[in-house]
């Protein structure tokens, strides 16, 4: 149960922030939440149960900070933002087995 409703709450929040599109996030807050998605995704186990997506994420966030950090904040954002994308994949890949087992 706890789990399914980890799972409810990311896709709200990644819902809720693609709904604002990123439009007034500047490029060091995108960075932190792409962080924070890979963060829980690690937690979440996703690095065994759903590694291409994780491992996506993460290439797409260490791209995002190499770009951040030449000052092509352009490059950062679409990078951060393709990491929250990957991330959020991963979990749901993670949790979306388990789901359907548990409802047979």
């Known amino acids: 149960m706890r789990k399914t409703l980890s799972i409810l709450m990311l896709v709200i929040l990644f819902k809720v922030s693609f709904a604002e599109s ?3 996030i500047t490029t060091t ?8 998605s890979l963060k829980e ?3 979440a186990g996703c690095p065994e149960f759903a ?7 993460e290439a797409y966030y260490q791209l995002a900070k190499e770009e951040a950090s030449l000052l092509n904040l352009e490059a950062g954002r679409a990078g951060a933002e393709n990491s929250i994308k990957w991330s959020l ?3 749901m890949k993670r949790y979306d087995g388990e789901i ?3 409802n047979k």
């Open 41 to 43: 995704a690690f937690e």
């Open 29 to 36: 807050e995108l960075l932190d939440q792409a962080q924070q």
């Open 100 to 102: 359907i087992k548990n």
């Open 51 to 57: 590694p291409y997506e994780y491992y996506k994420a």
């Open 89 to 91: 994949r991963a979990v």
């Open 22 to 24: 990123f439009s007034g």
